[in-house]
């Protein structure tokens, strides 16, 4: 079940699944701490701010990388400035400008720096790829690496979850279940390019929507708008996403 796309464009497909959307999609959820789903997928969890980042489609390819701690220093450097009051959907937001800064700064050493939204039929096993699957078992790592020091307050890390249904592919994402509420949100690295601030979008909406009730918009979606104020903080020189 890690094969990810977004939606599958089949009209017969989008006809049945139309007709059925009333009965809502599947998700595939599994017992056990998130780092059960290295396991699942033949990779490691992070040690210490060592991560084995996932490419080339379904974990194919791994490579190991160590976060310094001046890279530690400069991602907490940007969430405190990125955050404008201490919430959970501030946190939120400075989470998904880490996890961008994360993968720029990975994508030198592990050949990514060219990855693409979404999939392409032709990306399996090329290393400088990442489908869903790839992002969702990075992005936990990320986030892991960020619960370690300390970086994540308001959330806790959980295992990464699917969804699908007659007419979308299996889709698979970062998860965060904020503490407060016990809302979950889903965190979505493959909706843009390497280094695009990711989707956070509450789980129940995200993708394929639990219901017909689910359909609270993503909390970033756009990657135009640039914030000059993170310049000095980015390691690729610029940061890019919409800020609300």
């Known amino acids: 079940m890690s094969y990810c796309a977004r939606p ?144 994540i307050q308001h959330h806790m890390v959980e295992r990464p979850f699917a969804k699908d249904d007659l007419s979308h592919w299996t889709h698979w994402a970062a998860l965060i279940r904020e503490k407060e509420s016990g809302e979950r949100f889903a965190i979505d690295s493959s909706s843009g390019a390497n280094g695009e601030n990711p989707t956070v979008q509450s789980a129940t909406s995200f993708y394929v929507p639990d219901g017909p009730y689910d359909n609270k918009p993503p909390e970033r979606s756009g990657y135009a708008t640039t914030d000059p104020g993170l310049t000095g903080f980015s390691y690729s020189g610029s940061d890019t996403g919409s800020i609300r």
């Not at 699944?17 to 009965?23: D, H, I, N, R, Y």
């Not at 959970?88 to 050949?111: D, F």
């Open 8 to 151: 599958l464009q089949a009209p017969f497909a989008v006809l049945i699944g139309f007709a059925l959307s009333s009965v809502g999609g599947c998700v595939y959820e599994q017992q056990g701490p998130p780092k059960a789903h290295f396991g699942q997928f033949s990779t490691k969890p992070p040690e210490g701010d060592t991560v084995t980042v996932c490419h080339a489609y379904g974990c194919k390819a791994q490579t190991p990388f160590s976060f310094t701690s001046s890279d530690i220093a400069e991602i907490s450097a940007v969430m405190m400035h990125v955050r404008r009051v201490d919430s959970p959907s501030e946190e939120r937001r400075a989470i998904a400008y880490a996890i961008s800064w994360m993968e720029r700064r990975v994508a030198p050493t592990v050949g990514t720096a060219s990855d693409q939204p979404s999939i392409s039929f032709l990306g399996s096993g090329d290393e400088s790829q990442q489908d869903c699957v790839d992002e969702a078992t990075n992005t936990t790592s990320y986030l892991l690496v960020l619960e370690r020091h300390g970086l």
